[in-house]
């Protein structure tokens, strides 16, 4: 009976801290699972169950939050620097696990193509989850001094004990870090070497649980420091929250990616090198082309305007011209008079509808869109929303994203050396 007791323990801690042991099935080559966190695989579902409209409202709620924070990187002239993840509201959307130190601890990191170095929590950290990375039981852990060229990569660094530190202040969370550097291995890929930044200190709620894996092009990114192995690509199939096995895959590398593609150049905006920008060049829904001021969809360096992909924000924004046009065509193709709204969703209706298509054209490429990325519906089946809504209304309002529910069910795929962005319709379930 002790025993019983003792093992249902184990099984508690060990679903707290990671996955599911179900879902703990071998990862190969250079591709790792991708799982969503409301997955029955995942350990930061919500400790009680929400019911549909407050499930919805929170997703909204943290959205809000991702997009002041993705406004707030074009707006600004400095660079974001490690730890820059910060609006992402305590759970990730997407997590990926990683195996860090040597023996390997693992960690299910936060995947974040809008930010560009990984950090984790690690022992003695004030304010971090349960989950920490002990760097005393890893051999190969080292704090990076003052003086290691990374510690020019990051913001106002300062030095602690001749370590590189940094400190950063954000809304109602701030965090402490010490830039580090250990061995990581990705699916079956051993990355020796890699730096991150080490958590000391939180405070708020903003910060991933078992810490941010950045996918952007800065160069303390994945992508810049495993060049050599993974020569600058990726590619993501995001499962659908919706569907029971929430199981999709994050694969590195230009082996194995998909050869029937389409795609669309990536645009380099100088005052924040790292996001993912495309040309949106205009939205059909159904067969008509939405007339959308060209202001709304261009691509302006100079103010930040303009498209890009992201994978942290749930539901698609579009600037407010823009958005009120495929909002209004949208409703006129539904023909049905109740218009409701829920929260942040302006278009919902009470009776059962059939919705057209929407098809973002893309400069070389059209991305088009069927029901089940377009909307969400109740569990009860009595309310279903238009799953877009406006940008936020700021003055830095100037960026269209497209976002993890309307990338569901495609491979994305990043290839920066050729400067480009492909999507392929895939079942990533």
């Keep these: 009976m002790k025993a019983l007791i003792l093992c249902m323990v184990f099984l508690i801690i060990s679903q707290a801290q990671g996955l599911n042991p179900k879902c703990e099935s071998q990862e190969y080559g250079s591709t790792l699972k991708v799982f969503h966190i409301y997955s029955p695989c995942s350990p930061f579902q919500p400790s009680k169950p929400l019911s549909w409209e407050e499930d919805v409202l929170s997703m909204q709620a943290k959205d809000q939050t991702r997009l002041q924070y993705l406004s707030s990187l074009v707006a600004k002239k400095s ?8 609006q992402i ?3 990730p959307t997407y997590i990926v696990r990683a195996r860090i130190g040597t023996p390997p601890q693992t960690m299910l990191m ?22 920490v990375f002990n760097t005393a039981k890893s051999t190969t852990f080292n704090t990076l001094a003052c003086h290691a060229p990374q510690c020019k990569q990051v913001q106002n660094p300062t030095c602690g004990g001749g370590a590189c530190v ?16 250990d061995a990581i291995t990705l699916a079956a890929d051993p990355i020796p070497g890699y730096v991150f930044g080490c958590l000391q200190k ?36 995001l499962p659908s929250f919706r569907s ?21 150049p990536l645009l380099k905006n100088p005052r924040r090198p790292s996001l993912y920008f495309v040309n949106l060049i205009g939205v059909r829904v159904g ?25 942290g924000t749930v539901f698609t924004r579009l600037v407010e011209p823009a958005y009120v046009a495929v909002r209004n065509e949208f409703r006129r193709r539904v023909k049905v008079a109740n218009v409701t709204s829920l929260g942040g969703f302006d278009t919902c209706y009470t009776v059962p509808i059939v919705a057209p298509t929407i098809t973002f054209m893309f400069a070389g490429m059209n991305v088009t869109l069927p029901q089940e990325n377009l909307l969400v519906h109740s569990t009860a089946g009595s309310i279903t ?32 050396p050729n400067s480009r962005l492909g999507v392929a319709r895939e079942h990533c379930t």
């Design 110 to 131: 936060a995947m974040d193509t809008s930010n560009d170095a990984a950090w984790i929590p690690c022992n003695g950290c004030l304010g971090c989850s349960s989950k």
């Design 244 to 264: 029971p096995k929430f199981s999709g895959s994050l694969r590195l590398g230009p082996t194995g990616q998909p050869l029937r593609i389409k795609y669309t």
């Design 89 to 91: 509201v305590q759970s």
């Design 79 to 86: 660079m974001v620097p490690v730890a820059s993840g910060r």
């Design 287 to 311: 067969r008509r082309i939405v007339d959308i001021p060209p202001k709304a969809l261009s691509f302006n360096p100079s103010t930040g305007a303009g498209t890009i992909f992201d994978s």
């Design 166 to 181: 940094f400190n950063m202040s954000y809304g109602s969370s701030s965090i402490a870090a010490n830039l580090s550097q």
């Design 202 to 237: 939180t405070a708020g709620s903003s910060v991933p649980q078992q810490g941010l894996m950045g996918l952007g092009r800065g160069p303390l990114s994945l992508l810049s420091q495993t060049k050599n192995l993974y020569k600058s690509t990726f590619s993501y199939c």
């Design 385 to 416: 929303c238009l799953a877009m809504a406006s940008a936020p209304d700021n003055v830095n309002s100037v960026l269209n994203v497209i976002a993890n529910m309307q990338q569901q069910n495609h491979r994305v795929l990043f290839d920066v």
